[in-house]
């Protein structure tokens, strides 16, 4: 099992922990994928911004064909509005689907993977029937009942400068209830 641990800070309203993604070594369908990430880790990763989109690419392994990977986009029915599971993410990723996608090519495709194959597809998505095997995508936050037991916890992502290419910094943090 590989992991990438991206930043542990500290901060003026508590602490602020940063975040990590994993990803498995077994391909499994997309709901034995997520409670896969929900046992091991916090769930299956769900993506705010491009900026996160191509990270996480550039963490994963390349492929040069199916099975790629499972994020945490879904929905149930062919006229459903595609949705993050957990945070509640609106951000639906316009330039990151892959040409002519999301197309439902059988009419059941309601879950998507992310494409890690080298050229121009990589890092867009492919809508793909929910049964089909490829491997998970998790994140592991560090925000827990534990951690924030007197207010809320808020996840952010920071772009923070280093040499020799700007890295994403994932924090987590504990807000005043």
């Not at 994963?60 to 595609?82: C, V």
């Not at 993977?113 to 936050?141: F, L, M």
Request: include cysteine; charge should be negative.
């Amino acid at each position: 099992m590989n992991w990438t641990q991206i930043v542990v800070f500290g901060s003026l309203t508590g602490f602020t922990l940063g975040w990590t993604y994993h990803y498995s070594t077994e391909t499994m369908n997309w709901a034995e994928a997520r409670k896969w990430c929900q046992t091991n880790f916090s769930d299956m990763v769900v993506i705010q911004n491009q900026l996160e989109n191509d990270y996480l690419v550039s963490l994963l392994p390349p492929r040069n064909s199916s099975p790629y990977f499972w994020i945490g986009i879904t929905k149930t029915y062919a006229n459903e509005t595609w949705r993050w599971i957990g945070n509640n993410s609106t951000w639906m990723g316009n330039e990151s689907w892959a040409e002519n996608e999301p197309n439902n090519e059988h009419s059941t495709e309601f879950c998507v993977e992310i494409y890690t194959s080298r050229g121009h597809n990589r890092g867009k998505w492919n809508d793909e029937k929910c049964n089909a095997r490829k491997y998970a995508t998790c994140y592991k936050a560090q925000c827990t009942s534990s951690t924030c037991d007197r207010g809320r916890c808020h996840e952010i992502i920071n772009n923070v400068w280093s040499v020799p290419r700007p890295i994403l910094i994932m924090e987590t943090s504990c807000a005043p209830p």
